[in-house]
């Protein structure tokens, strides 16, 4: 397998040493940087023409600033293979609703990275059990999706396909509006102090502004990309937040808020846990465009995530058969979903999924 990275910082890079040492990918880099990720071992040659590094990839990651992806995104697609699948890393979908055009492009975006950037703080294990959005769209290439998700989880990731624009609200929700919070956090704590000689800040406070002023320039970028969720987000968190205002005027007892936060809190760090034991659906599917994102879209709305797949096209290519692997409890209610869509599931077996070989990853699974 030939992986084309354009873009060769901390996740980019973290992208070439997984697929170097857990793929047995040869890894080319498209980056001013490129000799220094060479060095560091996270690709294997450095281009400074990028059709040279696209030639003959299988798989292609844009891993630019999102001021710059659109257009990255675009001359990737113009000078990449036919067979090649395209994805990028940027926090917003928006920003590359142009390409989703093209089938061979399936926007992408890791829940993962660190405070701190660039190529040398690249690592191979960054995306262990991180989840991997994809977003899929009517257009896309069913054997592409699946070689991209195939790669994501050899990468030690957990891909979950979700639809463009949720996922754009929900990253508002959970990343893009704590960096808001926590900068104005850190403005009204020196605002408060005044002129005095700030304390020793407790624990919470350093947890819940670590995020705050970091790298301003990406950051920047990304609120503008992502404004329109960010602002209904910031709308939401500031009706909270004068409701709580009021009921301290009058004295209310916030106990039961404090209360719901908790088990709100949790509920949401236990809908993040893996998805343990697994169920195998097997479908029927004719060979026409959209038909896997469709399925996969579905299963992603119900929230039921797909740990791995498999397509497998007949002699004639006239149809195929996909198989998904389902969290165990909701095998039924996915079989129902993909029921009602059209497709018969003709077979389904209970199984706890063993691993991918790495024989089949490298090959870049069934074409």
């Known amino acids: 397998m030939i992986v084309a990275v354009v873009g060769v910082g901390l996740i980019g890079g973290s992208v070439g040493l997984a697929a170097r040492s857990r793929l047995d990918a040869t890894v080319r880099g498209f980056d001013p940087r490129a000799d220094e990720a060479v060095a560091r071992g996270a690709i294997h ?19 630019v600033p999102v001021d710059v992806l659109a257009d990255t995104v675009a001359t990737v697609l113009e000078q990449a293979p036919r067979s090649a699948v395209v994805t990028d890393v940027g926090s917003t979908k928006r920003t590359v609703l142009g390409a989703a055009r093209d089938p061979r492009f399936v926007g992408g975006h890791p829940l993962a990275g660190s405070e701190a950037a660039g190529v040398e703080h690249a690592r191979e294990d960054l995306f262990d059990g991180a989840t991997w959005y994809l977003t899929p769209t009517a257009t896309t290439q069913g054997t592409l999706l699946e070689r991209l998700h195939r790669l994501l989880t050899g990468l030690g990731a957990r891909p979950a396909i979700i639809d463009a ?72 968190a500031i009706a909270e937040l004068e409701t709580v205002r009021a009921q301290l005027r009058d004295g209310a007892d916030l106990t039961s808020w404090q209360d719901q936060a908790a088990i709100r809190r949790r509920a949401l760090v236990e809908a993040g846990l893996g998805p343990g034991a697994t169920s195998e659906l097997r479908v029927a599917v004719p060979n026409r465009p959209g038909v896997i994102a469709d399925i996969t879209l579905t299963l992603g709305r119900a929230g039921i995530n797909i740990s791995d797949m498999a397509l497998s096209p007949s002699p004639d290519n006239s149809q195929g058969e996909i198989a998904l692997w389902v969290p165990d409890g909701r095998a039924d209610e996915a079989a129902a979903l993909v029921a009602g869509l059209g497709f018969a599931v003709i077979a389904r077996d209970d199984l706890t999924r063993p691993p991918i070989s790495r024989a089949r990853m490298a090959s870049g699974g069934q074409e």
Not at 170 to 187: I, K
Not at 204 to 221: E, K
């Open 45 to 63: 040659s450095a281009h400074r023409d990028l059709g040279d590094a696209l030639d003959g990839a299988d798989a292609v990651f844009v891993a």
């Open 165 to 236: 624009d949720v996922h754009d609200r929900v990253m508002a929700a959970v990343s893009h509006l704590p960096h808001v919070v926590a900068n104005v956090l850190v403005s009204r704590a020196l605002d408060a102090l005044g002129g005095e000689r700030p304390p020793a800040t407790g624990p919470s406070f350093r947890d819940a502004t670590r995020v705050a002023g970091a790298h301003p320039a990406l950051w920047g970028g990304i609120y503008a990309a992502n404004r329109d969720a960010l602002a209904d987000a910031l709308d939401g």
